[in-house]
């Protein structure tokens, strides 16, 4: 009894807010927003009546929701209730802890179970990021992002790491499916707004948390772990299947280039690593480089008389390989890409230079960009990992990065060698994933947050994840 009448508690609850949503929202010119919002009420309660039950179930619900949250940020925008949204993300964590708590949080945790790699250095970036956020130019902004990414996320993650949850690899193995149904969800709002544009003649993309330049970053290097999985699987009867054929259409229609250059260089790795499943990777590697080459060659940028032509003329220019005349075109539309973001990147440039050690803040590029770049126009990032790192958190902290980022890759690749069978393909993957971090970061940029009108801490996430999944890489085989 007890039990039903907890059900029909969640039950009223949802109906009241139901009730206030539609009577807030009717009318609104935002029907997607509205839509979200109905929709999204009963998902909410759902999910708290699903992490009730149990502690793993918690878990699972929170590895789930976290790249949903900016969907929360799109209902704030239409209550005109911006400034409020730490409030939503306070409210998302203080619920996760309760129900984390109410069963059996203390009781689950071993602190002896908790495994790091690169510890000191991964803790040393840690104390930086705090101690930056006090030197910020805006400190509000910088301990804000703090409060609401780094400290919750590395929480939850300690919390994984030192449960014990029985058999730990099939429940990782959950958490990892969790985290790719809730990615999957999260970029369907921009894939179902370009297929109605479609449908009335145009290519329109979301812009934002939800767009395709927030949404790429984690989507692309999801997609990575998601193909090694794949991979493993006999034949392709199976979900992971299902899994890969959604990246690769989320990814499909992006007209990104440094997404087509992440596309081409993850099948060039797969393929030379683990060469016995190139049927599986060229079926999927071909459908996805023609739909994204097809949509960046249609940019404005790109798509201009003279890069046109130059393309044209590396095709028919006799050559010994198709091969060295792919690498041509690669390099000229990664030239166009160089001078649309010429500006932005010598403005970071400038902004290391004068803020050499501490940098202006995390999350404050955007408060000095047209100071430095002498435009209007606004960018919340340097869109380039590094000169983003240089420039907030300051050259120190970038030499240190990228000393981690390099000795990921060299202790994956040596893994790799030293492995055999499925573990190996796992190595693989996580040294695809750091390969196509580092350059698919450089080219078009991966920062830690999004904190223009809606807020997003995706990236942050996938980034501590990318960590989570390298500790216990073993565990994922």
């Known amino acids: 009894m007890k039990k039903l009448n907890k ?93 984390l708590f109410k069963n059996g949080l203390l009781k689950r945790i071993n602190i002896n179970k908790n495994k790091m790699s690169n510890k000191y250095i991964r803790i040393l970036l840690f104390i930086m990021i705090i101690i930056n956020a006090f030197f910020a130019f805006n400190k509000q902004v910088a301990i804000m992002i703090i409060l609401l990414s780094f400290i919750p996320f590395i929480f939850l993650f300690y919390v994984v790491r030192t449960s014990d949850f029985g058999d730990n690899k099939m429940f990782y193995n959950k958490i990892l499916e969790a985290t790719v149904l809730g990615s999957l969800i999260s970029i369907a709002p921009d894939f179902l707004y370009y297929m109605l544009s479609l449908l009335k003649g145009s290519t329109e993309k979301l812009y934002g948390p939800l767009g395709s330049n927030a949404i790429l970053a984690y989507s692309l290097l999801m997609f990575i ?125 400038e902004i290391s230079e004068d803020y050499p050690y501490i940098g202006v803040g995390l999350g404050n590029f955007k408060y000095f960009f047209n100071e430095y770049s002498g435009t209007t126009k606004s960018y919340i990032d340097a869109h380039n990992l590094l000169l983003n ?49 580092f350059a698919y970061g450089n080219l078009t940029g991966i920062a830690f947050n999004f904190t223009g009108e809606i807020y997003s801490f995706s990236s942050t996430f996938m980034m501590l994840f990318g960590l989570f999944y390298m500790d216990y890489i073993k565990e994922f085989i």
Do not use: H
Request: aromatic content about 16%; hydrophobic content about 55%.
């Open 225 to 349: 772990i998601v193909l090694a999985k794949w991979a493993k699987q006999d034949g392709i009867k199976n979900r992971w299947t299902i899994y890969v054929i959604l990246y690769s259409l989320s990814i499909g229609i992006q007209r990104s280039r440094g997404a087509l250059i992440a596309i081409f260089l993850t099948f060039i790795l797969y393929l030379i690593f683990n060469i016995r499943n190139w049927k599986k990777y060229g079926v999927v590697f071909l459908i996805v480089g023609v739909m994204v080459s097809g949509n960046v060659m249609s940019r404005a940028d790109v798509n201009d008389e003279d890069t046109i032509n130059e393309i044209q003329t590396i095709i028919d220019k006799p050559s010994t390989t198709k091969s060295n005349k792919m690498t041509q075109v690669i390099k000229k539309v990664i030239d166009s890409q160089s001078r649309t973001r010429q500006i932005i990147w010598s403005s970071a440039v």
């Open 389 to 437: 790192f240089s420039a907030e958190m300051g050259l120190p902290f970038m030499i240190i990065s990228l000393i981690l980022i390099i000795k990921i890759g060299i202790d994956a690749l040596i893994a790799y060698f030293k492995t055999k069978g499925k573990e190996k393909l796992t190595y693989l993957s996580l040294g695809v994933l750091i390969s196509i971090f």
């Open 7 to 99: 059900n029909y508690y969640y039950i009223i609850l949802c109906s009241i807010l139901e009730i206030l949503t539609i009577v807030t929202l009717w009318g609104t010119e935002a029907k997607l927003t509205f839509l979200a919002a109905i929709l999204g009420i009963p998902f909410i309660f759902f999910v708290f009546w699903y992490m009730d039950k149990s502690y793993e179930n918690t878990i699972l619900a929170a590895f789930f929701s976290i790249f949903l949250l900016p969907l929360g940020g799109y209902i704030f925008l239409r209550l005109n209730l911006l400034d409020e949204q730490w409030i939503f993300y306070t409210a998302f964590y203080l619920i996760i802890l309760f129900f």
